[in-house]
């Protein structure tokens, strides 16, 4: 007869651990499955949060670059090749000083007896002024113009008392300080123009004089330059003169305004022209004498020709373009302003739009711009 077996109580404990454990383990895994469905739905969040983001931040360049196009212009302006004379020269400021400027005193006690002048009398050298009562006559030592007239007839006067005084008017100096930068350049003999500021008056002279002993003016050392000039009535003494000593001339040349002049990367100077197609094509052109306003053109242009130059170009910016896209429009425009007469090579492209004298345009440019 058989005998029932029961199961023992450690059997019973290893299968309820064995239940328990696996219960743990699929926990385990629905916890994990569930961390990673949230890690995808934050991945996913972030992907269409960027993505929204890349889109307005590419809707917003277009439009920045539809502003840009529409906002910035480049503005050109027509120049003329003329005819004409050009230089450069030296210019200083001074003050005319009479050469012969001369006041006559008694030399004794007298009385004067005879005045044969009057104020305003042009006299010449060795002509009588005056006669004393001892029969001692004073006369003009040098041509000149009685200025002053300090005594009478019949007066008595003492030793020293001033009598007449006799300037030369027509005969003056003026002496200029040049400094050390430019004093190479001024030598004796050189010519000169002299430029009265008051009256406009110019006369020509030469450099007479030239004192090489220096004196100074803060870390600059100067000389001083004499020029000796004839001058007219309503010029005297003490008035400010201009001295110009000319330097390069040239005449009867093709003359060019420097602003309509460009310069490419090496600093070669070319022209803008009009081509058959409508475009703006570079012209290279040799210059020569340049005064800081005008050049001559040696090569490359003749006298006519109409040539176009950028002057100014309006754009706006892009705080002011972000502003008109996200609500209320406030563009600030710029202005690029022309070279002057000091030109350096740049390099860049020029923009296609219109220019100003003469008519609208628009085209294709070349490379290398200014």
């Known amino acids: 007869m058989k005998e029932d077996v029961k199961p023992s109580k450690a059997s019973k404990a290893d299968r309820e651990k064995a239940r328990e454990a696996k219960a743990a383990k699929v926990l385990a895994a629905k916890q994990e499955k569930e961390k990673k469905a949230r890690r995808r739905r934050r991945r996913i969040r972030r992907l269409i949060i960027f993505l929204l983001i890349l889109a307005v931040l590419a809707t917003a360049g277009y439009f920045i670059i539809q502003k840009l196009k529409s ?8 120049y003329t090749v003329t005819t004409g004379t050009i230089s450069n020269s030296l210019s200083f400021n001074g003050t005319l000083q009479a050469i012969n400027n001369t006041t006559y005193s008694a030399a004794s006690d007298a009385t004067v007896r ?18 004393y ?81 220096s004196s100074s003016s803060g870390s600059v050392a100067y000389y001083t330059a004499t020029a000796y000039v004839d001058v007219k009535g309503g010029v005297y003494p003490g008035m400010q003169v201009t001295v110009t000593i000319p330097q390069d001339e040239a005449s009867n040349v093709v003359i060019l305004k420097e602003d309509a002049l460009s310069f490419d990367r090496t600093n070669q100077a070319f022209v803008y022209m009009l081509g058959e197609d409508g475009s703006l094509q570079p012209v290279y052109v040799k210059t020569g004498v340049s005064n800081g306003n005008y050049v001559e053109i040696k090569q490359g ?3 006519g020709d109409t040539v176009y130059a950028e002057v100014a170009a309006t754009e706006s910016s892009s705080g002011g373009l972000l502003s008109s896209l996200f609500g209320g429009t406030n563009i600030m425009g710029g202005s690029r302003q022309g070279q002057g007469s000091s030109r350096s090579s740049q390099s860049g492209q020029r923009s296609s739009g219109g220019f100003s004298g003469g008519g609208n345009w628009s085209g294709s440019f070349p490379g290398g711009g200014r």
């Open 301 to 303: 242009l003749v006298s």
């Open 71 to 78: 906002q910035y212009t480049v503005n050109y302006q027509a």
């Open 114 to 131: 005879m005045l044969y002048v009057k104020k305003g009398d042009e006299v010449k050298q060795g002509d009588m002024l005056l006669r």
């Open 133 to 213: 009562s001892t029969g001692k006559t004073v006369t003009a030592d040098f041509d000149g113009t009685v200025n002053q007239l300090l005594i009478s007839e019949g007066v008595e006067v003492k030793e020293g008392d001033e009598l007449i005084q006799l300037v030369d008017f027509e005969h003056m100096k003026v002496s200029i300080r040049v400094d050390e930068y430019d004093i190479s350049d001024v030598k004796i003999g050189d010519e000169c123009r002299i430029t009265a500021t008051a009256t406009e008056d110019t006369f020509t002279s030469t450099i007479a004089d030239i004192n090489y002993t």
